[in-house]
């Protein structure tokens, strides 16, 4: 393996990341002593404290150890990933749990989630440049790259979910908001045909790409469908001969019991279309219709990016699972 230092981040993070990858790869066994200090510092033209930060950092990732402070050896061949997500859903941790069981257990995935603050977000990705060996991100919106992101190696980051940005020079692996959404309505057409009206539920508290708004409006007007937005719906606005297209999985909770004090059955008396699919959306009432992308398979396409470290720019399907529910 070649080394070059270049402009993208510190000496020190270049030189510990190289290392590691050294180690990662079995140039350099478990228990094995490293080249000293001023052996580093010949070979690649840097200063004693630079070779000694870079070690303090292979330390902080558990990869190296010391004796007595001097001589440097190989305390363990495992890489460590940062999982950067928005927030918990079901749907997240099936995410987690498709990398995690992908890879081998000398690759270990720290989890984090942003929560949608972007204080938080900006703090967790620059906290972490240097410490990772990869970096897989939702970035913090879906139409404006986060300038955050410029610190992190572009051939260690993958970019997940969020993608209506340019992206060129980066991994990738995104779900379309917008041109989907239609295309996925065009393919339940005809189911849609038996009702009055289609509502979307998206309130203003939603991450929800908006742009999508834009899309569900052009398939009614294509399609000479009544379209509304509404922020939740009620007893009182819950209607029969409606399709109702929700965001949020509370609010997906809120419809169903609202429908059960009014007695209106989904499928018979109205439609209605779960964004994300959840496994527990098979069992309730019968079975709940989900627009969604397969998150599983985005799990295993960032397993193959961390395995393979290769470049990968894709956009998943979306895809509706038809259920009872419509």
Known sequence: MTFIFDNKSTKVNQL??????????????VGEKLPSINELTRKYNVSRDTVFKAFL????????????????????????????????????????????????????????????????????????????T???????????????????????????????????GYSYICQNFDESLYEALVSINDDLKKYEKLVFIINKSHKHPRSSKEWFLKFCKDHNFKGEFREKIDETTLEQSCFYLVIKQEDVVDIIKQSRQTKLKFGKDAGLLAYNDMSFYEIIDDGISSISIDWEEMGRLAADFILKKGMVQTFLKTKIIKRNSF
């Open 57 to 132: 950092e292979l330390k902080e990732r558990g990869m190296v150890d010391s004796l007595q402070g001097k001589s440097y050896y190989v305390a363990s061949q495992s890489s460590t990933v940062l999982l950067l997500l928005d927030e918990y859903t079901p749907f997240k941790d099936v995410i987690y749990k498709s990398i995690v069981k992908r890879l081998p257990e000398t690759i270990k995935v720290d989890l984090w989630f942003h929560q949608y603050n972007e204080k938080l977000f900006n703090a967790i990705v620059a906290n972490s440049v240097g410490r990772y």
């Open 16 to 29: 510990a990341d190289y290392l590691s990858q050294l180690i990662i790869v079995r140039e350099y066994m």
């Open 134 to 168: 990869q970096y897989l991100i939702m970035n913090y919106k879906n139409d404006e790259f986060s300038q955050v992101l410029e610190k992190v190696d572009p051939k260690k980051l993958l970019l997940l979910d969020f993608g209506k940005f340019d992206k060129e």
